[in-house]
């Protein structure tokens, strides 16, 4: 199993570990809400585009209200079985290539939301695939950031991410790397840079 499996598994124990109503990373979101996301980004490819289209999102948010309201055991369950054969992520490549930062995300949403948690070690494979999605996610998320990024990780691996004035970089693990390009707050980062810097890039948008 992959990455993308991998974490679809963890996250889907985790998910009946800490039940419907436990608080997520995600703004506003307990961890039915969650759930319901991933179901809606997997099965209802007529409300899919609204998880980035703005003028889609009220239905999408109707179709997701919905599953969220179902039984938890069957949200979970339909989680953890992953899509229909005839979906393209049903393709163990396809599957690893679109889902292993989301799992590998949304695994760290529920798991950091939860008081006392602390980074899991260090797992090669995991490593590699969230270093990989971070410098791509970079290309998207930090494209407005008013200052230059480095992404480097503690071992001294490092990716110029977006030319810019007064480069700050950023330190840590690959799977702090990837949350902190994706905006979550929870990520164990350390900063080098002018403190403006720093400051400026801390409070750009990095995305959902």
């Excluded at 099965?43 to 289209?53: E, F, K, Q, S, Y």
């Excluded at 480069?167 to 164990?188: K, M």
């Amino acid at each position: 199993m992959g990455v993308a499996g991998d974490e679809r598994r963890a996250l889907s124990e985790l998910f009946e570990e800490v039940g419907p109503d436990a608080p997520t990373l995600c703004a506003g979101w307990k961890t039915r809400d969650l759930a319901a996301h991933l179901l809606v980004r997997e099965r209802r490819p007529d409300a899919a585009p609204g998880i980035l289209v703005p003028a889609l999102a009220s239905y999408t948010q109707r179709v997701q209200d919905s599953y969220a309201a179902r039984p938890w055991s069957e949200v979970v369950g339909k989680v953890r079985s992953g899509p229909a054969w005839y979906w393209p992520t049903s393709i163990g490549a396809v599957d690893e290539l679109a889902n292993s930062a989301e799992f590998l995300i949304h695994h760290e949403d529920v798991r950091r939301g939860q008081p006392g948690w602390e980074p899991r070690p260090a797992d090669s494979a995991r490593d590699a695939a969230a270093w990989k999605s971070a410098k791509q996610a970079s290309k998207l998320n930090l494209r407005k950031s008013p200052v230059g990024v480095i992404l480097k990780t503690p071992e001294g691996r490092e990716a110029r991410v977006k030319e810019g004035p007064d480069t700050v970089t950023v330190i840590g693990a690959p799977i702090e790397l990837l949350l902190f390009v994706f905006g979550r707050d929870a990520a164990r980062i350390t900063f080098e840079g002018d403190a403006y810097a720093v400051d400026r890039l801390r409070k750009h948008d990095r995305g959902l």
